[in-house]
């Protein structure tokens, strides 16, 4: 199954878990007139305390949830949920509900709450109507980000971002923060650690022969990286790298012979899984590409990427063969029907399309406004008979694959699902969830039989070492 998160998730977790940013020169010296009883001023009382606590993760660089924080605009603009201000309502205003933890997660990401000043701060002035900067009044500069190398100061768990059944069943493999795990698929006891990666490990994909397992990930806004793993010694076989940015989903051909990877640098590349070179450079979409995955003949490559398009390609010339674009939002998710004939997506518009694929184009079959949220991962039973999907609104749904008709619904997940796979004889859906834990669902009797079980040890708080200077 190929993996995609949510467009903030792994730069959120990677640098929530590890969070222990302070930013420096604040400029505090910038004093207003902001007199007693008066409305606080954005830009003396309001900005500095975002730029402190907020800017490390919402930054036009960082972007979390699409909240930026840089300005008065980018801020009123809002993230993901619209506008997070209500001018005149605090209690309506997301950002302060956020920081007050009354909605989760609670704001600043993995840190200490905002100091009760802070918050009356920033209530204050929204209640008094937002204002922004006035004319001609400084604004506190921005200050350089300097992302220092950041420790987990409590244990942490790895969320499960990726999972993948090997193709006899029998193993499970996990991907989070550094590594991979390599569990016994019936017991969920850990056999194995694949250590040493450079960061999550975002996708997972097994050769058909079940000796070498691709896991890739990467450093977001530094590179992509691909490392092909001997099952047998657990050694690294391979690691390549080509993309700028980090790889959200892979997928190998059902020959084996090829390995896809696709990136938030916008790109798709075809690598030559023998000799880890790349082959083909696929550019045609013009936003990050979440989702890859083959057609289970190996002659077509679909891609869905956050320009709300699925592109189909000839895997053969590396030609663009046609774009489904349909979407009313960014595809996070993709999977071929067994046939090959269809294809799911789904993505932030919490839409299933489903499309009839043929050499020329494709057309929609159906359409369904599925979920509640966005939907983070979409999986294709083996039988072909039903679609599942995970959904930012704390659901798995199985739906049939002819009618998209709800069949049974694993509600109530304790935290977003952004790992899904099936087991390859159809029998067991596996999940695994932003809080680290994964789960195993019979999907005859729609009951758990595994988990929630944690699937990464905890990362200990390092130990303290005067004088080392923080670098990355
Ligand atoms: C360590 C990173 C980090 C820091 C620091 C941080 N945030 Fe966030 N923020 C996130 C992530 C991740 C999300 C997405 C959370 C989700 O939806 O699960 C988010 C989402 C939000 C949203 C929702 C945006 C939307 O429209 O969906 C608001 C509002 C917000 N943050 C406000 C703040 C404020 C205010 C601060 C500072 C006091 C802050 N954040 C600090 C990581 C961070």
Avoid at 3 to 22: D, Y
Avoid at 341 to 370: F, S
Wanted: a neutral charge.
């Amino acid at each position: 199954m190929r993996l995609a998160l949510l467009r903030w998730g792994p730069c959120a977790i990677g640098v929530a878990v590890f969070l222990a940013l302070v930013l420096g020169g604040i400029g505090s010296s910038e004093k207003v007139e902001a007199g007693q009883g008066s409305a606080p001023s954005y830009a003396a009382q309001v900005q500095p305390i975002l730029q402190q606590k907020c800017l490390a993760c919402h930054s036009g660089a960082a972007k979390m949830a699409e909240l930026v924080m840089d300005n008065y605009d980018s801020l009123m603009k809002g993230g993901a949920h619209g506008p997070d201000i209500v001018p005149g309502k605090s209690g309506e205003s997301r950002l302060v509900l956020m920081v007050e933890g009354k909605v989760q997660p609670r704001m600043p990401f993995g840190g200490n709450p905002l100091p009760a000043g802070d918050i009356a701060t920033i209530k204050a002035w929204i209640d008094a109507g937002a204002k922004g900067p006035a004319p001609g009044e400084a604004s506190a500069a921005t200050p350089k980000l300097a992302i220092p190398e950041i420790k987990p100061q409590v244990p942490v768990v790895s969320p499960v971002v990726s999972l993948a059944y090997s193709r006899d069943g029998k193993l499970l493999a996990a991907g989070g923060y550094k590594e991979v795990r390599l569990l016994d698929a019936s017991t969920g006891k850990p056999l194995a650690t694949l250590s040493g990666h450079a960061d999550y490990v975002r996708s997972l994909a097994f050769s058909p022969d079940g000796k070498w397992l691709a896991a890739a990930g990467g450093p977001c806004q530094v590179s992509g990286e691909i490392r092909l793993w001997d099952l047998e010694s657990r050694k690294v076989l391979r690691t390549m790298t080509g993309h700028s940015d980090c790889i959200y989903s892979v997928a190998v051909s059902p020959d084996g012979k090829l390995i896809a990877s696709t990136s938030y640098d916008k790109l798709a590349k075809l690598w030559d899984a023998s000799a880890g070179k790349e082959v083909r450079n696929l550019k045609d979409h013009i936003d990050a590409v979440f989702a890859v995955a083959f057609s289970p003949d190996g002659k077509w490559l679909a891609t869905g990427s956050q320009d709300r398009s699925v592109k189909i390609w000839d895997v053969a010339s590396g030609e663009r063969l046609y774009t489904l674009s349909e979407p009313a939002d960014g595809i996070t998710c993709i999977a071929f029907s067994p046939s090959g004939k269809q294809i799911a997506a789904g993505g932030y518009d919490k839409t299933i399309y489903v499309w009839n694929l043929a050499d020329k184009g494709g057309t929609l079959a159906h359409t369904l406004i599925a979920d509640e949220d966005s939907i983070l991962q979409v999986a294709w039973s083996p039988d072909g008979k039903t679609i599942i999907t995970s959904s930012a609104d704390g659901s798995i749904r199985v739906r049939d694959a002819a009618s998209l008709d709800p069949v049974s619904v694993f509600g109530n997940q304790p935290d977003w699902v952004d790992a899904l796979s099936i087991s390859p004889n159809g029998k067991s859906l596996a999940a695994g969830r932003y809080n680290g834990t994964l789960s195993v669902y019979d999907l005859g009797s729609y009951k758990q039989v595994l988990g929630p079980l944690v699937a990464f040890e905890p990362q200990q708080p390092p130990k303290p070492q005067p004088g080392q200077t923080a670098s990355r």
